[in-house]
């Protein structure tokens, strides 16, 4: 029984990093992906909703984009 709850928390550790790492790397809170990928069983619903969100850009690459050349 020990062994499963230390496979449990193991795997709960993992995906809350996980939620970390994609927060970062797309460009979102980090704090608050990474709490709520600490809420066991909520945390699997965030990682898999960081999956599939985009990446945040910052607001000058659109200005830049809309910036004719003359």
Excluded at 30 to 54: E, R
């Amino acid at each position: 029984m020990a062994q499963l709850v230390i496979l449990l928390l193991i795997i709960h550790l993992i995906i809350a990093y996980q939620c970390y790492r994609y927060s970062s790397l797309k460009g979102y809170p980090v704090k608050v992906f990474t709490v709520l990928g600490c809420v066991p069983y909520f945390n699997v619903v965030v990682w898999i909703y960081l999956l599939f969100l985009p990446e945040l850009e910052p607001f000058e690459s659109h200005v830049q984009r809309q910036k004719q050349p003359l």
